[in-house]
């Protein structure tokens, strides 16, 4: 499989409140962005448990985006700062496990930033087609 016919599989963990709206304002908009990417819809992103993450990769995803409210912004005031945290330990752990820390990544988009979304999947998009497949097992 070369590099230019491979489509990553991407799974977007998305905050109720902000980026799910930011995803849906972006549709309504037709905005034109990869379809390469699957929500999921949490109420706040502090609730990606990492263990969501790894079955994420584990059940073939290619990359895994957390995408919350900015910060201060928490519908629930701190769920962002613990997704940050989670967020430092789980690309440290990937790191160990053999994948690219760059299969994740975090963005803080609020629900007026339908353009910031759409990017922002694009950016993914592309740089995980770049990386190629995970490996089987693991990353590199």
């Excluded at 820390?101 to 975090?106: A, I, P, S, Y």
């Excluded at 339908?114 to 993914?124: G, H, Q, S, Y």
């Amino acid at each position: 499989m070369t590099s230019e016919r491979f489509e990553p599989r991407i799974v977007a963990f998305v905050c109720n409140w902000c980026t799910y709206i930011a995803a849906d304002a972006a549709g309504t908009a037709r905005a034109r962005y990869s379809p390469n990417v699957r929500l999921i819809r949490l109420m706040c992103s502090g609730r990606v448990d990492p263990q969501f993450v790894m079955s994420a990769f584990e059940k073939g995803a290619d990359g895994v985006m957390i995408c919350g409210c900015h910060p201060r912004d928490c519908h629930y005031n701190e769920g962002n700062y613990k997704t940050l945290r989670r967020y430092l330990l789980l690309k440290k752990m990937l790191s160990q496990l053999g994948f690219e820390d760059e299969r994740l990544r975090l963005e803080w988009i609020s629900a007026s930033e339908p353009e910031k979304f759409r990017r922002a999947v694009e950016e993914m998009t592309e740089h995980v087609r770049k990386l190629g497949p995970v490996k089987e097992n693991g990353g590199k």
